[in-house]
């Protein structure tokens, strides 16, 4: 019995968490919070199987309108309230936001369709900024988004842009508060067509995974 419950084939899954919640000095005058996103998963759709990287609000809206746009037949969640008065001190605040944010992860990682958008895996295992993300899904960058994401944080990236005059700004993964909310999600059969800024190899991942329920 245990050799036949061995061989079953394992359910992919994508665990994501939200947390750490960080004061970040822009200039003498802003600041800004951003958050840790670590991602755990046992699916062939993602570059790492582990991750973490620091997002700040406005990373989120520039997202979502990305998958709006690349994928209209699909309503997208909301994202929480833009709150121009949040502060660390307001603890239900920042838990709120974080909540708001995990939620919104949790339901796009439901959604096959949107895991074949290369801009929002840059966005969950990569250091880029906005403009880079774009830049590298759209294949204007000297190097792929495999390696964006595999290399970004032993300076592969950085190299690739100092040779084409760009800058590299990655940002740290430090942790330094206890908060944290965490989910896992398991993925979701669903239409797989077309595009714009798709990566091939998620698409064949995903087409895989198809099959795998399909076959189940």
């Given at each position: 019995m245990d050799n036949m419950l061995g061989s079953l084939p394992k359910m992919d899954f994508i665990s994501i968490c939200v947390r750490d919640p960080r004061l970040v000095r822009d200039d003498f005058w802003h600041t800004h919070i951003d958050y840790e996103i670590c991602?755990?998963?046992?699916?062939?759709?993602?570059?790492?199987?582990?991750?973490?990287?620091?997002?700040?609000?406005?990373?989120?809206?520039?997202?979502?309108?990305?998958?709006?746009?690349?994928?209209?037949i699909i309503k997208l969640p909301k994202l929480p309230p833009w709150n121009p008065f949040i502060s660390l001190?307001?603890?239900?605040?920042?838990?709120?936001?974080?909540?708001?944010?995990?939620?919104?992860?949790?339901?796009?990682?439901?959604?096959?369709?949107?895991l074949s958008d290369s801009r929002l895996h840059l966005f969950l295992q990569s250091d880029l900024n906005i403009h880079?993300?774009?830049?590298?899904?759209?294949?204007?960058t000297r190097y792929t988004v495999a390696e964006a994401i595999q290399r970004s944080s032993s300076g592969y990236v950085s190299r690739q842009e100092k040779t084409s005059s760009c800058d590299y700004d990655g940002e740290s993964c430090s942790s330094s508060s206890g908060f944290g909310l965490s989910v896992d999600t398991t993925l979701r059969e669903s239409p797989l067509p077309f595009l714009e800024s798709a990566d091939p190899e998620l698409c064949s991942c995903l087409s895989q995974t198809k099959t795998h329920f399909s076959a189940s």
């Open positions: 991602v755990h998963t046992n699916s062939m759709c993602f570059r790492k199987k582990t991750s973490c990287v620091r997002r700040r609000y406005s990373e989120f809206v520039w997202l979502r309108h990305c998958l709006e746009q690349n994928a209209l001190r307001n603890k239900d605040q920042v838990t709120h936001r974080m909540q708001g944010l995990q939620e919104f992860l949790e339901n796009i990682l439901h959604t096959p369709l949107l880079k993300m774009d830049r590298c899904a759209r294949g204007k």
